[in-house]
């Protein structure tokens, strides 16, 4: 039996005396008497031959960390032995990972990451340098480990991608990898991390699949949708984290989750950020002035769907064949007696300029139009057609913005119509205004992307963005840009500390070699 480096006694195990230890380095043992007696052992006892590490082995190991717990629980006087707790972190990016992981006392075997600055900011970080491709790594070159955390690629699942799946040419099929991995090594658990819509794809076939090949493994698992907000950590972010045992998942317990309200201003620093340049405070001017112009509004709230101010005057066709299917099929005629962005007319355009002069989103060569688009579209125009008189004078303002800043994202309903007291982000969908609780969904964002504090008129840090991720103790890259998207990839480490400060209550192996590291791939 193993423990990670301490020497402390075991009752006095902190979180971070564990942090930065070497298993091989001093191997702890612990014998029950009628009491628990720690001693570290000495360099003679790691070299006593092999019957006496098995005599040590056959006892029943439990780590007792109950859900929501901070640390890892030390042992108490029923529990006897506990196995040093590895893991390897696969698709490792920044180490959302590792940094939870670390604050358990556990201790990282093996990385894969194949974005060479960011193996190099890992290795700078926690001492360890990831290997690359992991579709590379022979199953060989992996150590036996107790967890196996990955946060596969997420564009294959993601709504902003196409959705291919496991169809996804190279990046659907790594979790195919993870599968070979979990396969030949079997730890004893492992954490899986993912974007929600993984759960529906496909209409839920892929998640089938999913579950399916990780049963078929003999591993018992669970799934759960969890966002930072839910502990008091102000990013809404949405992921599903699937975990799964050999042992039984009777003592899991998902993190208990708090109401608490939080507060963006809590992550913020004084470190300042940049400024807003002239375009974007333009823009975001414009939209507050439509604010305060909405308040004449008979409309008591402002719409609850995303405004699509280049939809107003607009009277193209969008139900039946989009204006595309119409140009395709030689219908153009029955484009040319409506309007098209911002009401212009479509009168005297020529087939290649007719397409331009619609709004970006009708523009797309598709023969009908989703129903959600058909349902913006209508309540846009219907909204336009009851609040002309206050619009009309405002709209010329924003026709020589890109079609990204001339649509507006309202989610603080019933809140001051004051576009400068609320967190802001301008989105491919639109200028997105958002109440001082939460920043949004970090996302592997261009600079552009960056959310903004309105009440300062500048974008967040990379500093405040690594708080939003609860990884505030690791070093970012250098360049903000990088530091942003890296970022916007990361998993929150909070939210996954406590969720395997659970798992690991499950872990009771009778430790032999046969259960645990054990390859099937005769290594
Ligand atoms: C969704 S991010 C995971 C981020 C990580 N969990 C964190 O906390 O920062 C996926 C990461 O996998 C890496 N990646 C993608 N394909 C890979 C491959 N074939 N081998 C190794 N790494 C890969 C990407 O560069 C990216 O950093």
């Given at each position: 039996m193993w423990f990670?480096?301490?020497k402390?006694?075991?009752d006095q195990?902190?979180?971070?005396?564990?942090?930065h230890s070497s298993?091989?380095a001093?191997r702890?043992?612990?014998?029950?008497?009628?009491?628990?007696?720690?001693r570290?052992?000495?360099?003679?006892d790691?070299?006593?031959p092999?019957?006496?590490a098995?005599?040590?082995?056959?006892?029943t190991?439990?780590?007792?960390a109950?859900?929501?717990?901070?640390?890892?629980a030390a042992?108490?006087?029923?529990?006897?032995?506990?196995?040093p707790?590895?893991?390897?972190?696969?698709?490792?990016?920044?180490?959302?990972?590792h940094?939870?992981?670390?604050?358990?006392g556990?201790?990282?075997?093996?990385?894969a990451?194949?974005?060479p600055?960011?193996?190099?900011?890992?290795?700078?970080?926690?001492g360890?340098r990831?290997?690359?491709?992991?579709?590379?790594v022979n199953l060989?070159?992996?150590?036996?480990?107790?967890?196996?955390?990955?946060g596969?690629p997420?564009?294959?699942?993601?709504?902003?991608g196409k959705?291919?799946?496991f169809e996804?040419t190279e990046?659907?099929?790594l979790?195919?990898n993870v599968i070979?991995?979990?396969?030949?090594?079997?730890?004893?658990c492992f954490?899986?991390?993912?974007v929600?819509?993984l759960?529906?794809?496909?209409d839920?076939r892929?998640?089938?699949?999913?579950e399916?090949?990780?049963?078929g493994l003999?591993?018992?698992?669970?799934?759960?949708k969890?966002?930072?907000?839910q502990?008091t950590i102000?990013?809404i972010?949405e992921?599903?984290?699937?975990?799964?045992?050999?042992?039984?998942?009777?003592r899991?317990a998902?993190?208990?989750?708090?109401?608490?309200?939080?507060?963006?201003?809590?992550?913020l620093?004084?470190?300042?950020g940049?400024?807003?340049p002239?375009?974007v405070?333009e823009?975001?001017h414009?939209?507050?002035?439509f604010?305060e112009?909405s308040k004449?509004?008979e409309d008591?709230e402002l719409p609850?769907f995303?405004?699509w101010?280049?939809?107003?005057?607009?009277?193209y066709?969008?139900?039946?064949?989009?204006?595309?299917?119409l140009?395709r099929?030689?219908?153009?005629?029955?484009?040319?007696s409506?309007?098209?962005t911002l009401?212009?007319?479509?009168?005297?355009?020529?087939?290649?300029?007719?397409l331009?002069a619609?709004?970006s989103h009708?523009r797309r060569?598709q023969?009908e139009f989703?129903?959600?688009k058909q349902?913006?579209i209508r309540?846009?125009r219907e909204?336009y057609?009851?609040?002309r008189?206050?619009?009309?004078?405002?709209?010329p303002?924003?026709?020589?913005?890109?079609?990204?800043?001339?649509k507006?994202?309202?989610?603080?309903?019933g809140e001051?119509?004051?576009?400068?007291?609320?967190v802001i982000?301008?989105r491919?969908?639109?200028?997105?205004?958002?109440?001082q609780?939460?920043?949004?969904?970090?996302?592997?964002m261009?600079?552009?992307?960056?959310?903004?504090i309105?009440?300062?008129q500048?974008?967040m840090t990379p500093?405040?963005?690594?708080r939003?991720?609860?990884?505030?103790?690791?070093?970012?890259?250098e360049?903000?840009?990088?530091?942003f998207k890296?970022l916007?990839?990361?998993v929150n480490?909070?939210?996954?500390?406590r969720?395997?400060?659970s798992l690991?209550?499950t872990?009771e192996?009778k430790s032999t070699p046969?259960?645990r590291?054990r390859?099937d791939?005769?290594h």
């Amino acid at each position: 039996m193993w423990f990670a480096m301490s020497k402390k006694p075991v009752d006095q195990r902190g979180a971070e005396s564990l942090q930065h230890s070497s298993v091989l380095a001093v191997r702890l043992t612990i014998m029950v008497k009628s009491a628990v007696q720690v001693r570290l052992a000495t360099r003679d006892d790691m070299l006593r031959p092999h019957s006496d590490a098995q005599a040590h082995r056959s006892i029943t190991a439990t780590i007792p960390a109950a859900a929501g717990t901070n640390q890892l629980a030390a042992p108490t006087s029923s529990t006897t032995v506990v196995d040093p707790v590895t893991f390897i972190d696969l698709f490792a990016g920044l180490g959302g990972f590792h940094v939870a992981l670390d604050k358990l006392g556990a201790t990282c075997v093996f990385a894969a990451e194949w974005e060479p600055d960011l193996q190099a900011l890992y290795e700078k970080n926690f001492g360890i340098r990831p290997e690359g491709d992991i579709t590379k790594v022979n199953l060989s070159a992996i150590p036996p480990h107790t967890i196996l955390c990955a946060g596969f690629p997420c564009q294959p699942f993601s709504k902003s991608g196409k959705q291919l799946g496991f169809e996804h040419t190279e990046q659907g099929e790594l979790f195919f990898n993870v599968i070979d991995i979990l396969r030949a090594l079997r730890p004893q658990c492992f954490i899986l991390e993912n974007v929600p819509n993984l759960l529906k794809h496909d209409d839920g076939r892929t998640f089938a699949r999913i579950e399916r090949e990780l049963r078929g493994l003999g591993y018992n698992i669970r799934h759960e949708k969890l966002s930072p907000h839910q502990f008091t950590i102000p990013q809404i972010r949405e992921r599903v984290y699937i975990v799964g045992t050999l042992g039984d998942m009777s003592r899991f317990a998902w993190p208990k989750t708090s109401d608490e309200p939080t507060s963006i201003k809590t992550i913020l620093g004084d470190d300042g950020g940049k400024a807003l340049p002239p375009r974007v405070l333009e823009a975001l001017h414009v939209w507050g002035e439509f604010l305060e112009r909405s308040k004449q509004s008979e409309d008591r709230e402002l719409p609850s769907f995303p405004i699509w101010g280049m939809e107003f005057g607009a009277t193209y066709p969008y139900k039946g064949p989009t204006p595309w299917q119409l140009v395709r099929t030689g219908r153009i005629k029955e484009l040319r007696s409506t309007k098209g962005t911002l009401g212009h007319p479509l009168r005297n355009l020529g087939t290649s300029d007719i397409l331009s002069a619609l709004p970006s989103h009708a523009r797309r060569e598709q023969t009908e139009f989703p129903k959600w688009k058909q349902t913006f579209i209508r309540q846009n125009r219907e909204f336009y057609a009851r609040n002309r008189e206050w619009i009309d004078p405002w709209l010329p303002k924003i026709q020589d913005f890109p079609s990204s800043f001339q649509k507006l994202e309202w989610n603080a309903h019933g809140e001051e119509r004051d576009i400068w007291q609320y967190v802001i982000q301008v989105r491919a969908s639109g200028v997105r205004v958002k109440r001082q609780t939460t920043a949004p969904s970090l996302i592997a964002m261009t600079d552009t992307q960056v959310p903004i504090i309105g009440w300062e008129q500048r974008y967040m840090t990379p500093a405040e963005c690594a708080r939003l991720q609860s990884l505030e103790s690791i070093a970012m890259p250098e360049s903000p840009s990088k530091a942003f998207k890296a970022l916007g990839n990361a998993v929150n480490s909070e939210v996954v500390r406590r969720i395997v400060a659970s798992l690991l209550a499950t872990i009771e192996t009778k430790s032999t070699p046969s259960t645990r590291g054990r390859r099937d791939d005769g290594h």
